[in-house]
């Protein structure tokens, strides 16, 4: 895909994010019809429809014959995903989602640290204990987002915790893969929190940067 292309292409599936946006669609809402969107984009059909095509690829709309183009629940997937593939090839936009990204941990972990209590504690050794039982990847790797998506949470600061999501969207986009803390890392995290140790904690989770 050349450079001139390749820019169109990710102007229409923005655009089409406002329409969206603007059209207060939701999950299993109809999307407007290829004709209409070519008329509200002032782009051609086959653009249209090559943005269209991508999205359905990727788990974000369907398309039912005879019925039209809808949007999917959300299944793990995000917009910001998709455009993150694309806009995230520029070298100073990845420094910055991982400058971003490592002063959120750094927050969360040092918030967390402060306000982890017994009932949080039993929390993480209950899952700690599961990924020790776990028996297949996908299991595994279930259990430690889990584990690390708890102790984000720990922060308990919901803008905070609502940042770290949307950041490891964009960064799952760009590394195609997601970073799993082993039974060993996530045990010495119970430790370091019960200790108050936030410096060893943001180096084990910032392992993913």
Not at 52 to 72: A, C, D, M, Q, V
Request: glycine share 6%.
């Amino acid at each position: 895909m050349s450079g001139t292309s390749e820019k169109v292409y990710v102007e229409i599936i923005k655009k089409i994010k406002t329409i969206i946006e603007e059209d207060n669609l939701q999950a299993g809402d109809k999307l407007p019809s290829e004709r209409e969107l070519t008329d509200r984009l002032h782009v051609g059909r086959s653009s249209v429809r090559e943005a269209l095509r991508s999205l359905e690829l990727l788990g974000l709309i369907e398309t039912r014959r005879g019925e039209g183009t809808f949007i999917k629940p959300a299944t793990g997937h995000r917009l910001v995903e998709v455009l993150a593939s694309f806009i995230l090839h520029d070298k100073k936009a990845k420094q910055d989602l991982l400058e971003t990204k490592s002063i959120i941990i750094r927050d969360c972990i040092e918030l967390a640290v402060q306000r982890i209590n017994d009932a949080d504690v039993e929390s993480l050794n209950d899952l700690l204990h599961q990924i020790n039982e776990a028996d297949h990847p996908d299991q595994l790797q279930q259990l430690s987002y889990q584990f690390k998506d708890t102790v984000i949470k720990l922060c308990d600061n919901h803008l905070l915790y609502r940042l770290w999501i949307e950041l490891s969207g964009y960064g799952s986009s760009l590394h195609g893969n997601t970073f799993l803390l082993d039974s060993g890392e996530c045990s010495q995290i119970v430790e370091h929190l019960k200790n108050g140790d936030s410096k060893k904690i943001i180096q084990l989770m910032s392992s993913e940067l």
